[in-house]
């Protein structure tokens, strides 16, 4: 089974800062004959981390307590009995953190004052990620939905139904109304039998329903842009687009009476619409940076792109996977500094990497970041960027 690792970790590994920061990568054997294979590699990284630790960083008694979880870590049969793909670890002062993913990641041992994430971005930001409202009269609860999961997500304030959200007591306007089925919620469904159509008072009460689900929505994910998809009936559609005010809601939407839909049901519904939204958002952004690149909205030069990171200016970030660009970003002068090839610094307490303090700063910013091959990459350049003005 994989470890849980989504935006709130990303956010919280990027987030972390001082120093000194030790990050490892390792590609991992699902299969048990291979298991010291991970086992001597991650050993190896130790000791390696020992020798750079103690190369300006601390003293050799503060080493060794500084890698001890890593030590006990070796030890623990446990944990290597449940490998996947790719392992990742981080190690910091007060922090020890270990994930298993299906990634299999090359073999990278970094020291610094932040976490190296770059490796992590395929986990999060290039896999489908979205919302879905389940939304019926009855009935009201938002996913979260990617390729892998779907659960359900605390929403303080979200209506329950329309009729305790409205206060209704009795059955008015033509209508009668009976029991019917109990839901996969647990609630007991009502069935009204009214005179046809939807008489204008019931879409009223729609709306304002509607609207108390929208607002408590928006202040639970309204600083998302992830796409978000409706699963009801056919005709709360257009109502909901009346009041909804979050901006990722999608145009499309599932048909249909979700109540008495299982949560596999519905993730397999939603998934292969979320792949295609990521699909398309994707190539469009490729071509608007590519359109755009010589104009003040887009650029594929490293100082430029940078100080837009640090000055949250970035709408989308694309990297090469593999480029390294050595340099120094001034925050009091707000300028960055690109070593030539041939003149990169090797300062252990300064991380130099610009494409790792870019990325870095764009996720600190809300951006959007793709780790694409060079051959992707607009002008082949190691970094690009759309600016959000």
């Known amino acids: 089974?994989?470890?849980?690792?989504?935006?709130?970790?990303?956010?919280?590994?990027?987030?972390?800062?001082?120093?000194?920061?030790?990050?490892?990568?390792?590609?991992?054997?699902?299969?048990?004959?291979?298991?010291?294979?991970?086992?001597?590699?991650?050993?190896?990284?130790?000791?390696?981390?020992?020798?750079?630790?103690?190369?300006?960083?601390?003293?050799?008694?503060?080493?060794?307590?500084?890698?001890?979880?890593?030590?006990?870590?070796?030890?623990?049969?446990?944990?290597?009995?449940?490998?996947?793909?790719?392992?990742?670890?981080?190690?910091?002062?007060?922090?020890?953190?270990?994930?298993?993913?299906?990634?299999?990641?090359?073999?990278?041992?970094?020291?610094?004052?932040?976490?190296l994430v770059r490796p992590l971005v395929p986990a999060i930001h290039q896999k489908?990620?979205?919302f879905v409202l389940a939304l019926s009269e009855h009935n009201v609860a938002l996913y979260e939905v990617d390729e892998g999961t779907i659960h359900q997500v605390e929403v303080v304030g979200l209506p329950v139904n329309m009729e305790t959200t409205l206060n209704l007591t009795s059955v008015d306007r033509g209508q009668q109304m009976h029991s019917g089925a109990s839901t996969r919620m647990g609630k007991t469904a009502q069935i009204y039998h009214g005179q046809g159509g939807m008489p204008d008072s019931h879409r009223d009460d729609l709306k304002h329903f509607f609207r108390a689900v929208d607002e408590a929505i928006v202040s639970k994910i309204g600083d998302s842009s992830e796409p978000m998809l409706l699963a009801c009936v056919d005709s709360s559609v257009s109502t909901y687009h009346e009041v909804n005010s979050y901006k990722g809601l999608h145009k499309d939407h599932l048909s249909g009476n979700v109540d008495y839909l299982s949560l596999q049901e519905l993730h397999k519904k939603t998934l292969p619409i979320l792949k295609a939204e990521q699909a398309l958002k994707r190539l469009e952004l490729t071509h608007k940076i590519r359109e755009h690149l010589h104009t003040s909205t887009a650029s594929a030069n490293a100082a430029e792109v940078v100080l837009a990171a640090f000055q949250g200016r970035i709408h989308t970030f694309f990297f090469d996977e593999n480029a390294i660009v050595e340099g120094q970003f001034d925050p009091i002068r707000q300028m960055a500094v690109v070593y030539p090839d041939d003149e990169g610094t090797d300062l252990v307490a300064l991380n130099t990497d610009l494409v790792e303090l870019a990325l870095e700063q764009t996720l600190q910013h809300k951006g959007d970041v793709y780790s694409v091959s060079q051959s992707e990459m607009p002008e082949q350049a190691p970094m690009a960027a759309l600016f959000r003005y």
Do not use: C
């Open 1 to 115: 089974m994989l470890d849980h690792f989504g935006r709130a970790e990303l956010k919280a590994l990027v987030a972390s800062e001082g120093g000194p920061h030790l990050s490892i990568y390792l590609p991992t054997h699902t299969s048990t004959a291979d298991s010291q294979q991970d086992v001597i590699r991650l050993k190896n990284f130790i000791h390696e981390a020992e020798t750079q630790l103690a190369d300006g960083w601390m003293r050799n008694n503060d080493v060794r307590q500084f890698l001890e979880p890593l030590t006990k870590l070796l030890h623990d049969e446990t944990f290597f009995a449940k490998r996947q793909s790719g392992l990742a670890i981080f190690l910091a002062e007060g922090q020890f953190l270990t994930y298993r993913l299906g990634l299999p990641f090359k073999e990278k041992l970094s020291i610094s004052r932040d976490f």
């Open 128 to 130: 489908s990620h979205g």
